[in-house]
């Protein structure tokens, strides 16, 4: 390790499941000890390659990897320096598959004779057998899912034609597949073993269908991480919106650009229905606010009306059902 480097570092490691959370930023490194950090990140988070500081820009980055079995995410952005993965270090043996979506900014890849430019939304599939270059054109993010290629190669016809293909932000289910993968660490899904298998493969099932699998595989990755993915952005779609005393199974089943009936199947494949997992965020809201010292002042009614409630009896019923204590209770601290 350089001089200063655990400065920059955060490392959760968890051995026995073969899993690890890596953070790195440049905020208060030295200029000078920017790019040995940033090169043992990528050597020991993502994969071996260089990083070379751009003419007369000093690096800076902020990334955070999570390193699981069969699959890599990467999310983050670098400015002021290439990641290169040269010749030598192609000889590694790693035959991983990247798919990089370009969330903000402009990034550069070169690749296979391929010289591209991702704009914000934009994603591509690339390839550890090759010489890359990665080089961020202007400031901006990105989002990474690396999976070893014995995944993908049964899944596509030809996963090689994918590699260097640039598509577009409206590819079926790269949004979905983004927006799931953001959740699952955001949720730190990952730290729980049985769910961190269950997501990993919904995100396989999610890059095969982007990719453009088809026939068995489309259906069979539609019928696991399709439905998860979407079923997961309802979810937050609700827990985000609950207050709202207008949302519906319709309204949610709008945004994902699905029917209510079909919204109604997943919350029914969960083990509940689209209206009870409603009330649930309702009545958690409330909770959190009657223990909040900044709601000390409103009255139980105002809070339940605030959380979409429209009837202040149904929901003193529903929230005495989930928490066996009156709200009168649970802001007087006489219930856990």
């Known amino acids: 390790m350089w001089p200063g480097l655990l400065v920059g570092w955060e490392i959760a490691v968890n051995s026995k499941f073969d899993f690890s959370v890596l953070n790195v ?38 990334f955070t990897s999570h390193v699981l079995p069969e699959a890599q995410l990467l999310i983050g952005g670098l400015c002021g320096a290439r990641v290169i993965r040269t010749k030598p270090l192609v ?33 591509v599939l690339t390839s550890a057998e090759d010489v890359t270059t990665f080089e961020r054109l202007s400031l901006g993010s990105c989002f990474s899912l690396r999976v ?49 298998q269950l997501g990993v493969g919904h995100l396989h099932d ?20 399709l439905k998860a993915a979407r079923l997961q952005k309802a979810k937050v779609s609700i827990a985000n919106n609950c207050w709202r005393q207008d949302l519906s199974v319709a309204t949610v089943a709008q ?50 009306y605030d959380v979409g409630f429209g009837d202040l009896s149904y929901f003193n019923r529903c929230f005495r059902r989930t928490y066996n204590a009156t709200p009168s209770d649970i802001r007087s601290g006489e219930m856990p």
């Open 25 to 62: 930023s440049t905020n208060e490194i030295p200029e000078n000890e920017r790019i040995p950090l940033l090169r043992d990140f990528y050597c020991r988070g993502v994969l071996k390659a260089e990083v070379e500081a751009r003419e007369g820009k000093p690096a800076a980055a902020s």
């Open 91 to 123: 000889a590694d043996g790693d035959d991983s598959l990247a798919l990089v979506v370009n969330r903000s900014g402009v990034l550069g890849i070169s690749e296979r004779g391929h010289d591209l430019s991702l704009h914000a939304g934009e994603a």
């Open 148 to 196: 070893p290629r014995r995944v993908l190669a049964p899944m596509i016809v030809d996963v090689d034609d994918a590699v260097m293909r640039v598509m577009p932000e409206s590819t079926t289910g790269l949004r979905l597949l983004v927006d799931y993968a953001v959740t699952l660490v955001r949720e730190k899904v990952f730290a729980s073993p049985n769910l961190r």
């Open 206 to 225: 999610l890059l095969a269908l982007v990719l453009g699998a088809t026939g068995e595989t489309r259906e069979l990755a539609g019928r696991r991480g």
């Open 255 to 304: 945004e994902l650009g699905v029917t209510p009936r079909y919204l109604q199947r997943l919350f029914e494949a969960d083990g509940k229905t689209f209206s009870s997992f409603l009330i649930d965020q309702r009545v958690k809201r409330a909770h959190r606010m009657l223990r909040e010292p900044e709601y000390a002042e409103r009255t139980v009614s105002s809070i339940a």
